[in-house]
């Protein structure tokens, strides 16, 4: 029987883009070695049931069928366009944590610092750098959207 851990991993892959292959067994290390507080599911992104099979053959995700409605549906509701996508979620509160997942899963600093930010229901973004960094990168984000309601 599968339970579902504190946090939820989506992850959003598709076996034709380089950058899925790439980060796949980097995603399946990282929840293998915090599996007791992660759930993974893989929502295909694919063409064709052959490629989500070839895809995720021997990855300990759970999957969505290839048919299931859901996994669409759940790629329209959290805007999914980018592959891969890791969006992290808070189990007992439905509550995404964090829509970037997979830059925070390749850049984490202190092993176990991120998942312990997510159990706490953060975001885990104050794990990943100082807080002048964070700071000046939200500075960043408010200045381009600045310039993108001028343009």
């Not at 053959?57 to 980018?82: E, H």
């Amino acid at each position: 029987m599968w339970t579902v851990s504190a946090v939820v991993f989506l992850t959003f892959e598709k076996f034709e883009i380089s950058r899925c292959q790439q980060f796949s067994p980097q995603l399946s290390q990282f929840v293998s070695d915090n599996q007791e507080n992660i759930s993974m599911i893989f929502v295909s992104a694919d063409h064709s049931e052959r490629s989500m099979i070839q895809f995720v053959a021997s990855k300990p995700f759970l999957t969505l069928g290839f048919n299931d409605p859901v996994r669409q549906s759940i790629m329209n509701i959290l805007g999914v366009r980018m592959f891969p996508t890791l969006i992290i979620v808070d189990a007992d509160t439905g509550k995404v944590l964090t829509r970037w997942g997979r830059l925070m899963v390749l850049n984490e600093k202190a092993p176990g610092a991120l998942v312990r930010s997510w159990l706490k229901g953060s975001s885990g973004i104050e794990t990943m750098f100082k807080t002048w960094h964070v700071l000046l990168f939200l500075g960043l984000v408010l200045f381009i959207m600045h310039l993108a309601h001028l343009i």
